[in-house]
């Protein structure tokens, strides 16, 4: 059964920092490309962050410099390292996994940044 499960995600103060966590199951984890999304309550969700198999990654224009994404294949894991967090960061993130016209999102991690 495959299942994609994101972590990490909490309160933090502007100018601060989070590491979500991406675990995924059931997959031939190295195949796949893996993206972190966000949504903001009334908004569609948008795109953050991905990572291909090959590594090569892309960002949101938002977030470059910011946020770095990475991936562990060993441990079939993919992270979003968050620095110099804003406000307007807010919003649950959720980690998909893709291969070909195969994709699994997770349940998603609330990430709030307030003082």
């Known amino acids: 059964q495959v299942q994609v499960m994101e972590s990490g995600g909490g309160l933090v103060q502007p100018g601060g920092s989070l590491r979500l966590s991406c675990a995924a199951s059931?997959?031939?984890?190295?195949?796949?490309?893996m993206k972190w999304y966000r949504q903001v309550p009334g908004n569609q969700r948008t795109l953050v962050a991905g990572?291909?198999?090959?590594?090569?990654?892309n960002y949101a224009t938002s977030v470059k410099g910011r946020f770095t994404i990475s991936r562990d294949n060993a441990k079939n894991m993919t992270y979003l390292q968050m620095n110099s967090l804003k406000p307007e960061d807010t919003a649950v993130y959720y980690c998909?996994?893709?291969?070909?016209?195969?994709?699994?999102w997770g349940r998603g991690t609330q990430v709030t940044v307030s003082s």
């Open positions: 998909k996994s893709e291969y070909r016209e195969t994709s699994r």
């Open positions: 059931g997959i031939q984890f190295s195949l796949y490309a």
């Open positions: 990572i291909e198999p090959d590594g090569n990654t």
